[in-house]
């Protein structure tokens, strides 16, 4: 079984940055791709940023381009994601998860595996 824990999340102005991290344990961790997810109260989880794990292909939602930026150390079995210029509407818990198989990165659905979240809190 595959364990995941976020950290890094916390309360932040506007403009400012945070920078997650996920860091995977358990067996061997070796999955497809790693993404990021967030989920404001009262509404649904949604896709943030991933990354093919074997490769380094990105993907990141539309609202979060050019402001966050998703890496990996596969050493360290890490993934993290540096939020940048962070905004009211960024302010969510968000979760990073990982997928076994191949697929549409975004979708999460795909995922097999989640941390239990980070809280994201930004002021304006």
């Known amino acids: 079984q595959v364990q995941l824990v976020e950290s890094g999340g916390g309360l932040v102005q506007a403009g400012g940055s945070l920078r997650l991290s996920c860091a995977a344990s358990?067996?061997?961790?070796?999955?497809?791709?790693v993404g990021w997810f967030r989920q404001a109260p009262g509404k649904e989880r949604d896709f943030v940023a991933g990354?093919?794990?074997?490769?380094?292909?990105?993907a990141y939602a539309d609202s979060v381009k050019g402001r966050f930026t998703i890496s990996k150390d596969n050493a360290r079995n890490t993934v993290y994601l540096q939020t940048t210029s962070l905004k009211p509407e960024d302010t969510a818990v968000y979760y990073c998860?990982?997928?076994?198989?191949?697929?549409?990165?975004?979708?999460?659905?795909?995922?097999?595996?989640w941390g239990q979240g980070t809280q994201v809190t930004v002021s304006s």
């Open positions: 990354i093919v794990w074997n490769g380094g292909r990105t």
């Open positions: 358990g067996r061997t961790f070796s999955p497809y791709y």
């Open positions: 998860a990982a997928g076994r198989n191949s697929g549409n990165i975004c979708n999460r659905e795909r995922y097999d595996f």
